[in-house]
């Protein structure tokens, strides 16, 4: 009896000894799993704070690019200053300033957070050593000596542009697009300039060529190459000083722009004796005339006269609702824009002009007119806004929007692209951000 007793006693010690056992094991694993949930609970807490701390340096840097920018605009900076840091330390940036890459391009850093974004400082009337939304339409030789040299191909070489319409340019001579290479004179004083125009981008060839629509009222090119290019959506005047057409006043008399501006009236049509005498020598200057234009050959000689002995002193001519006439040899360091709003041609704008120019407009432009026009068209030269004659050139850009009127040239169409010219115009009136140019890294 006694030995049962103590059997039975085994037992239930066994019985609680598993208990015990299961007991603790359960206790084991409910901690193990409480343990594993408060590691997740404190990596989530982790990563969010993490998050937190990025979004917080993210807004730092976005605070110092906004520093930055307001004070650009508030000094009118034509560039990104480098001691943008300095102006805004209460952002307390790792660095606030002008990326090497790209010398508009401002980048920020706060932490190991960058951000960045693009400054327009300047407007860009687009690529083309001639822009037009006017028909060109050329007797002679056209020479470009240099282009544009627009951006380099794959290959090393520039896709350089010559010329852009919006509609139609015919050309009956030769065309020389002479490239950009070591032998012509550079497009920019900075310009790389040992590769010349992809074969693409240059036209060389004689004859009648150039771009209008053939009988199915389709555009095609003739003869020339991508160098000469057409774009129906060309908008020079508001690409170029970021206001509508219809706003031109605003532009004319805006104060950051420092137009010099005069009327011409009645048949006085000697806008040089208007401005020369206004000019201010060693810088560039922008003159505006509302009315009609003539350059004959003392006009140029007084321009070039003054460009010779005062170096820097370019010209942007921007003639307005009126006809403009060039007769003569000579270069000028500019820029002539060429701008007309709700104006009609009349062959009667040019009776004011001077007997030789008004000869020019004559039948050796019957054959391209009525090549582009067709045979009844009842447009004659004198029907043109624009007439150039001789062997002049700008150094610098030309810019028709006239849009659908006609730009003659008798004897040469010539130009010599110059960047460093364009580009001492400015235009903008304030720098603003470009558009689709963030980063965040």
């Not at 697009?177 to 070591?182: L, R």
């Not at 300039?193 to 090119?221: E, F, M």
């Not at 003739?222 to 000083?241: A, H, I, S, Y």
């Amino acid at each position: 009896m006694k030995n049962g007793m103590v059997c039975i006693d085994g037992l239930k010690a066994q019985r609680g000894a598993t208990a015990l056992l299961v007991t603790a094991l359960l206790l084991m694993g409910a901690l193990a799993f409480a343990l594993g949930s408060y590691r997740g609970v404190f990596y989530q807490i982790k990563v969010a704070n993490n998050q937190i701390d990025a979004r917080k340096a993210h807004w730092r840097a976005e605070g110092g690019l906004e520093c930055g920018f307001s004070s650009i605009v508030l000094n009118n900076d034509t560039s990104i200053p480098i001691d943008l840091n300095t102006t805004c330390s209460d952002m307390d940036l790792v660095y606030l300033q002008a990326s090497s890459a790209d010398p508009e391009r401002l980048i920020a850093k706060y932490g190991n957070r960058e951000i960045g974004k693009t400054i327009v400082f300047t407007s860009d009337s687009g690529a083309g050593a001639i822009k037009s939304t006017s028909d060109l339409v050329v007797f002679g030789n056209a020479e470009f000596p240099p282009p544009d040299p627009g951006e380099k191909n794959s290959d090393g070489m520039y896709e350089c542009v010559a010329v852009v319409v919006r509609s139609n340019i015919i050309i009956k001579g030769n065309i020389s697009n002479q490239g950009v290479g070591s032998t012509i004179s550079k497009p920019s004083e900075d310009f790389d300039n040992s590769s010349d125009c992809a074969p693409s981008h240059k036209t060389g060839i004689g004859g009648i060529n150039g771009i209008w629509q053939d009988a199915s009222n389709n555009y095609v090119s003739t003869g020339v190459k991508l160098d000469f290019q057409r774009d129906e959506t060309l908008n020079p005047f508001t690409t170029k000083f970021d206001f509508e057409r219809g706003d031109w006043e605003q532009v004319r008399d805006h104060p950051d722009f420092e137009f010099l501006s005069y009327t011409m009236l009645g048949n006085d049509v000697d806008c040089v004796a208007k401005f020369k005498a206004d000019l201010v020598t060693g810088q560039p200057n922008k003159v505006w005339i509302d009315g009609s234009c003539e350059f004959d050959q003392s006009a140029i000689d007084e321009i070039t006269a003054i460009q010779s002995t005062n170096s820097g002193t370019y010209l942007f001519l921007l003639v307005h609702n009126g006809v403009l006439g060039i007769r003569g040899s000579g270069s000028i360091e500019g820029i002539v824009f060429h701008f007309t709003e709700n104006f009609a041609a009349n062959p009667e704008h040019w009776d004011a002009f001077s007997t030789t120019l008004q000869a020019d407009l004559n039948a050796n432009f019957t054959d391209p007119i009525e090549t582009v026009y067709g045979a009844t068209t009842t447009l004659t030269p004198k029907h043109a806004t624009y007439l150039q004659s001789g062997s002049f050139k700008f150094t610098g850009g030309m810019i028709f929007d006239t849009q659908g009127q006609m730009a003659l040239f008798n004897n040469s169409m010539r130009l010599q692209y110059n960047s460093d010219i364009t580009e001492s115009f400015v235009f903008s009136a304030k720098p603003k951000w470009k558009e689709g140019s963030w980063s965040d890294h």
